[in-house]
C-alpha cells in the first residue's frame, strides 16, 4: 500500500502499553513485514484520508456547535476521531486552517440558501435576503460568530475582497441594491458602503442578541430587525 493511502492507526504493545507510532512508521520501520509486527496489535480499522478528513470535519464541527471555536484545537478533535494530533496537520496546516475551513463550510451552507434570484420589490428581496441569514445564525450560533464576528486569519476584508466578488452571501445583496439604484429606488451611493453597512447592522444585532443583551423571543427579535433594516433602507431612498 503506497505511503500517501495510509492513514493513522492505533497500536498498543502485547502488555497493553501504548505507543504513538501509526501502522504506517511500523511498516516504514519494518518494510519487510508490513503486517506481522509480532509485538503489536492494531486497535482500530484501516481508513482511508478521505474518511479521516471527514471525521476531523466533523468533530471540530461537533466541537464548535457545542463549545465554541476555543474549544476547537487539534489534540480535542484528533481524540474525538480517535488519531494522534499529529495526524490532523496531514490535513490541515495549522489550528487558523482549520478554523478557516468550518468558516468556509458555514459560508457555503448560507451561500445554499440564498436563491440565485428574487421577487417582489426591493424592500422586500433585502428583507428576505436579511431573514436567511438570521435564521442560519439563529440555527448555528456558535459557527456565525466564527464566520463574520470572531478574528480569523484569512477571512475576507473589505472593500477589496468583497468589490472583487469574492463573498457569495454578500453578492446577493450588492445586486439587489445596484437594482435599487438603476430604477431610481434607491439614490446613487457606493453600492458596496451599502451592503457592509447593512452587514455590519445585521451582525450588531445578532451579536447583542446571541450574547444575552436583548429580551426577547426569536420571533419579537426578528421583527426588531425588520424595523431597523427598514429604517435604514428607507433612510436612502431617492
Known sequence: MAGDDWD???VVLRDGSPTTDNLHTQYKKNPNSPFHFHAFHVYTVYMTTRQTAEKIAKAARNLLDEEGADAVTMRRVATAVGITPMAVYRHYPNRAGLLNALADEGFEELAAR???TLSGDIEKQLIKI???FLEHALQNPRLFELMFLAPREGARQYPQDFKAG????ANLTAK????GMNSGYFREDDVWEIVFETGALMQGLIMLYLGGRMDMSPTRFRSFCHRSFRRYIHGIRK
Open 8 to 10: 493513522d492507526f492505533g
Open 114 to 116: 440564498l436563491p440565485s
Open 130 to 132: 436579511l431573514d436567511i
Open 166 to 169: 469574492r463573498s457569495p452571501t
Open 176 to 179: 439587489v441594491i445596484q437594482e
